[in-house]
């Protein structure tokens, strides 16, 4: 049987060995599933790659500047936000600035 990358090619190589008639066959995944393990997705990724770590597609996530670590600490408090649920980002930025952090700069 030749090596497996997808499940197209899985099914391909169990058309070719067992014949096109067998996907008919009730129960034609469970039979996948029972011969190679329950998750036949990782098991191909793996016979694909080998057993190297995958990279990491996204891009890290950057730091939160000092005002945005301010904001989300305390935009849930009484205080910063207006009856209607929008944020006093005025009253904020003055409460900010008389942060060490706000006063850094």
Not at 11 to 35: H, N, T
Not at 42 to 54: A, D, E, I, K
Not at 62 to 78: E, G, I, P, Q
């Amino acid at each position: 049987m030749p090596k497996l990358y997808t499940v197209r090619d899985m099914i391909k190589a169990w058309d070719e060995a067992y014949g096109e008639d067998l996907r008919e066959e009730e129960g034609f995944l469970e039979i996948l599933k029972a011969r190679h393990g329950q998750d036949m997705r990782g098991r191909l990724r793996t016979m694909q790659r080998g057993n190297v770590s995958p990279r990491r597609t996204t891009t890290p996530k950057r730091k939160l500047s000092a005002w945005n670590k301010f904001v989300r600490a305390n935009s849930k408090k009484k205080i910063f936000r207006f009856a209607n649920g929008k944020l006093k980002l005025k009253k904020m930025g003055i409460a900010f600035r008389k942060t060490r952090a706000g006063r850094k700069r």
